[in-house]
């Protein structure tokens, strides 16, 4: 890819996981290291993009240069972040593992050993923030944004039905590509190597190989530049 062919786009880049608390002291969180997004949102400035990265939980990463960071905890704040920006982005890329559940309320203190054993935590379900913003796109609310991407981290293998689940959920979702990886037994989640397939609602299937995290985002980036160029020549 030519140096600089982003620039001008604006880029709104979610990594890292959410946190949904219990209690000041306890919450609900996932394995996501955020080392993908990041990757994405050094690549995208590189590349001349100017970049937002709402930022979860994540390993130890430093900002990288140049791009503001927005960081959250829960997904009820991604949520609200994304929902206030995404309508001054061209690309919108969700890389962040959003819980699907929170604690139905948060304790005020520390919740104690019960007598009786565990107390069972009632759950609520958080809303989809890739489907709504597709939603709201697809209503015309968006004004700028014209790509949107989702991560699909899947366990098993390409025989074992990851790219069948895949393809389910770029369809379910609405986005316009979908980056699939294969996630446990060690893969993806904290490693600084990546893998998997790249989709896209065009048809195309693209297997992403084995190669660094840096590596896998300029792979997602040129198949978002073909997309911005396919629709800015029209
Ligand atoms: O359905 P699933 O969680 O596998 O979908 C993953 C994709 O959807 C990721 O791009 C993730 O950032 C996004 N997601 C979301 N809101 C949720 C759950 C997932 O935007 N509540």
Not at 8 to 34: C, F, H, K, Q, W
Not at 122 to 138: F, K, M, Q
Not at 202 to 208: D, F, I, K, R, V
């Amino acid at each position: 890819a030519l140096p600089h062919d982003m620039a001008g786009v604006r880029m709104l880049i979610t990594a890292g996981g959410t946190r949904e608390p219990l209690d000041p002291v306890r919450y609900l969180g996932n394995r996501s290291s955020g080392k993908q997004g990041y990757a994405l949102a050094r690549a995208a400035t590189h590349r001349g993009a100017s970049v937002t990265l709402i930022a979860g939980a994540t390993t130890e990463l430093a900002a990288p240069a140049g791009v503001e960071v927005v960081p959250i905890v829960t997904a009820t704040e991604l949520a609200d972040e994304v929902g206030k920006r995404a309508g001054d982005a061209d690309v919108v890329i969700m890389a962040a593992a959003v819980a699907d559940f929170r604690p139905v309320s948060v304790a005020e203190s520390k919740i104690k050993k019960g007598a009786s054993g565990p107390a069972p935590i009632e759950l609520d379900t958080n809303p989809d923030i890739l489907r709504g913003i597709v939603a709201a796109r697809d209503r015309g609310e968006l004004g700028g944004t014209t790509v949107i991407v989702g991560f699909a981290a899947e366990t098993g293998d390409a025989s074992g039905g990851v790219l069948d689940h895949g393809r389910a959920k770029l369809a379910r979702k609405g986005c316009d590509l979908l980056v699939v990886n294969a996630v446990g037994d060690g893969k993806a989640f904290g490693t600084d190597d990546n893998t998997g397939w790249l989709l896209a609602t065009t048809g195309s299937e693209t297997a992403l190989p084995l190669g660094s995290k840096t590596l896998m985002a300029s792979r997602i980036l040129d198949a978002v530049g073909d997309l911005l160029g396919g629709s800015r020549s029209h």
